[in-house]
């Protein structure tokens, strides 16, 4: 008896010994419920397709006919949400002065790079010459040539920066005024030949 029990705590404990090996090289054996508890049960029988299935078996399939519009809204989407189907865009246009294409309603990216440039030479002329402290006069942008098309009483009480290029050809001296209309020659308001 006494034999018995010792050969039995010798193997309780060479499988807890086992079981706390494993259990820090992160593997979990399944004997680990049964570590304390003496014999392991019979292993299992392995099971066949048979025993699985039995008198029958339920598989995973739709219990309910999908109509053909749900599979076809599934399929290609739809024009008012979610459309998979890829569709020609229309509204492109090509830019008249570079060429580029753009979307309507929106600045031809090439020619909105020109002034961003443009722009920021500006910003940093205006920079070097007044630096960052406050600036409480106007403040007057004069490209190469321009400072001599006005008297010299003209730019009084005006903070000048001068930048040492001609002005694109494309940005106006007044931004309030429309390029693209030429200005009136007469006085007359439209429509003045009615009578
Ligand atoms: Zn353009």
């Known amino acids: 008896m006494a034999v018995s029990l010792l050969n039995r705590l010798r193997i309780t404990i060479q499988r807890l010994d086992l079981t706390i090996t494993n259990f820090f090289a992160k593997r979990y054996p399944p004997e680990l419920c ?16 048979k025993d699985i299935i039995g008198d029958g078996f339920l598989w995973g399939v739709p219990t309910n006919r999908r109509t053909i519009e749900k599979r076809l809204k599934r399929k290609f989407g739809n ?27 929106v600045l031809c990216p090439t020619c909105y790079k020109k002034v961003i440039t443009e722009t920021t030479q500006m910003q940093d002329a205006i920079q070097n010459e ?7 006069n106007e403040i007057v942008v004069l490209y190469a040539g321009e400072k001599d098309s006005q008297p010299p009483e003209y730019w009084e009480g005006k903070r000048i920066v001068e930048i040492d290029k001609p002005r694109p050809a494309w940005f106006s001296k007044n931004l309030l005024q429309q390029t693209t209309q030429q200005p009136a020659t007469t006085t007359d308001v439209k429509p003045s030949d009615l009578g």
């Not at 229309?90 to 294409?101: A, I, K, M, Y």
């Not at 007044?130 to 409480?136: N, Q, W």
Request: glycine content about 10%; some cysteine; aromatic content about 8%.
């Open 130 to 136: 007044l630096g960052l402290s406050p600036v409480e």
């Open 34 to 49: 049964y570590a304390l508890g003496g014999d392991l049960p019979p292993s299992p029988k392995p099971l066949s397709i």
């Open 79 to 105: 024009p008012y949400y979610v459309y998979k189907i890829m569709v020609p865009k229309t509204t492109l246009r090509v830019c008249n002065v570079c060429g580029d294409d753009h979307e309507v309603g």
